[in-house]
Nanobody
Framework: QVQFVESGGDLVQPGDSLRLSCAASGFTLDDYGIGWFRQAPGKGREPVSC????????RYVDSVKGRFTISRDNAKNTVYLQMDSLKPEDTAVYYCAATELAYCTLVVAPTYNYWGQGTQVTVSP
């Protein structure tokens, strides 16, 4: 059974850092491109970042460029999202998802087939 478990969300202050983890079971994460997405209260789900299957190239939305870093640890079958210089507008539930495409996309659907349950990130003074 394909399953993701996200973790690492927390309540932090502006300027703080967090590292989110996306651990996979039932499949090899390295065989997929992985995307991070987020959904703030009252808003739709939006892309944040992704890492491609074929060459580990990465993509970021403009609002997180220079602050967030996506990476994978194949030995642990886990993808990470390092989030630095957090802002209140980063507050959301963060989800990871898998795509079979060779190059990942910053598109919510329909290219991502498998989704985790999400982890809450709250940035507040």
């Amino acid at each position: 059974q394909v399953q993701f478990v996200e973790s690492g969300g927390d309540l932090v202050q502006p300027g703080d850092s967090l590292r989110l983890s996306c651990a996979a079971s039932g499949f090899t994460l390295d065989d997929y491109g992985i995307g991070w997405f987020r959904q703030a209260p009252g808003k739709g789900r939006e892309p944040v970042s992704c890492i491609s299957r074929i060459d580990d190239s990465t993509r970021y939305v403009d609002s997180v460029k220079g602050r967030f870093t996506i990476s994978r640890d194949n030995a642990k079958n886990t993808v990470y999202l390092q989030m630095d210089s957090l802002k209140p507008e980063d507050t959301a539930v963060y989800y990871c998802a898998a795509t079979e495409l060779a190059y990942c996309t910053l598109v919510v659907a329909p290219t991502y087939n498998y989704w985790g349950q999400g982890t809450q990130v709250t940035v507040s003074p």
